[in-house]
C-alpha cells in the first residue's frame, strides 16, 4: 500500500518500516568506522614503510637554514675568507702566535681569530668541539655516541665522534659511498651542511615515521631532516641519474633513507 495514499499504515507494518531504517543508519555508521579504521591503518603502515609525503613541504621538515648553527657557520667562512687573503698572517703567526688549547679542530692560527669565534659562539649560544675520537667500526661509534644502532648495514663503516655529540660517518649502501653528517644543534661547525637548492629536484619521504627531505641534484643528491637535538644531512656525491640511468636515482635514494633507522639515533 503506497504511503501516499490516504488510508493509515497498520502499526506493525510501521513498526517494521521503521526498524529498517534504523539497521540501515546503524550499517552505514558502522560502514564509515570501519573505513575510518582502515585509513587510519594504512596512513600508520605508510608512515612506518616509507611512502611520499604531500602533505608536509620542504620548510616543514627543519629549519636548520634559519638555525644559530647555520648563521654562525655561514659567518664565520665569510670571515675567514676575508680575514687572510694573501695568506701572510698564516705565515707570520706559523711558530709564533700563542693562541691556548680548544682551536686545534677549527682553522684557527692567530689570537684574533680565537677571539672572533669565541665572540661568534657567545653571542650564538654555541659550543665548540673541544676533541675528536676516531672510530672503526659503527657499533663502537654508537655506544660512544649514545645512539642505537640505527644503520641497516654497518659493515665497513668509519667515522669520528666530537664531545660535543656531533658525529661523522663513512658509510657504504649497495656499492656506493656516502657520508652521514649529525651536528647537535647547540654546538658550531665551521662548515655548513649540504642542503638542497632551489634548482634540485625535491620532495618530502616519510621513513620509519620521520619526514625526511629527499633531492637530487647536479653534483650531490641529500636526505636532510632534523632531530629534537640534531640536524642530519646524508649526502651522495653524485649527480641526479641521467636518461641513461647513470647516477642517483629517486627510488635508490629513498632505499637508502628507508636503510637508516631514524627513531633510534636520539633513542
Known amino acids: 500500500m503506497p504511503l501516499t495514499d490516504n488510508k493509515s499504515v497498520p502499526p ?3 513498526g517494521m518500516i521503521c526498524a529498517l531504517i534504523v539497521a540501515l543508519c546503524v550499517l552505514l555508521l558502522v560502514g564509515k568506522g570501519m573505513v575510518q579504521k582502515r585509513n587510519t591503518q594504512l596512513a600508520q603502515s605508510a608512515a612506518e614503510s616509507g611512502v611520499l609525503s604531500t602533505d608536509l613541504t620542504p620548510d616543514d621538515v627543519s629549519d636548520y637554514l634559519f638555525s644559530n648553527a647555520y648563521v654562525a657557520a655561514a659567518e664565520w667562512e665569510s670571515y675567514q675568507r676575508s680575514y687572510d687573503p694573501d695568506g701572510s ?3 707570520n703567526a706559523m711558530g709564533n702566535e700563542e693562541i691556548g688549547q680548544g682551536y686545534t679542530l677549527y682553522r684557527v692560527y692567530t689570537s684574533e681569530m680565537a ?3 669565541d665572540e661568534l659562539c657567545a653571542f650564538h649560544k654555541l659550543s665548540l668541539n673541544r ?5 672503526y667500526n659503527a657499533p663502537d661509534l654508537f655506544s660512544a655516541a649514545g645512539t642505537g644502532e640505527f644503520l641497516e648495514s654497518d659493515s665497513g663503516c668509519v667515522g669520528f665522534l666530537y664531545d660535543s655529540g656531533s658525529f661523522h660517518i663513512d658509510g657504504m649502501f649497495r656499492n656506493t659511498a656516502y657520508r652521514f653528517d649529525l651536528q647537535k644543534k647547540n654546538s658550531f661547525s665551521e662548515t655548513c651542511l649540504l642542503t638542497p ?3 634540485d629536484q625535491q620532495w618530502v619521504y616519510i621513513s620509519h615515521g620521520e619526514p625526511l627531505l629527499l633531492s637530487l641534484g647536479s653534483e650531490h643528491c641529500l636526505i636532510h631532516t632534523a632531530l629534537d637535538e640534531a640536524y642530519i644531512t646524508v649526502t651522495l656525491s653524485l649527480p641526479a641519474a641521467d636518461a ?3 647516477g642517483i636515482s629517486a627510488a635508490f635514494l629513498e ?4 636503510s637508516i633507522f631514524w627513531d633510534r639515533i636520539e633513542g
Open 244 to 246: 641513461e640511468g647513470n
Open 89 to 91: 698572517k698564516l705565515e
Open 197 to 199: 637548492t632551489h634548482e
Open 255 to 258: 632505499a637508502l633513507a628507508d
Open 115 to 117: 677571539k672572533k669565534l
Open 131 to 135: 676533541t675528536m675520537s676516531f672510530f
Open 12 to 14: 506493525s507494518r510501521l
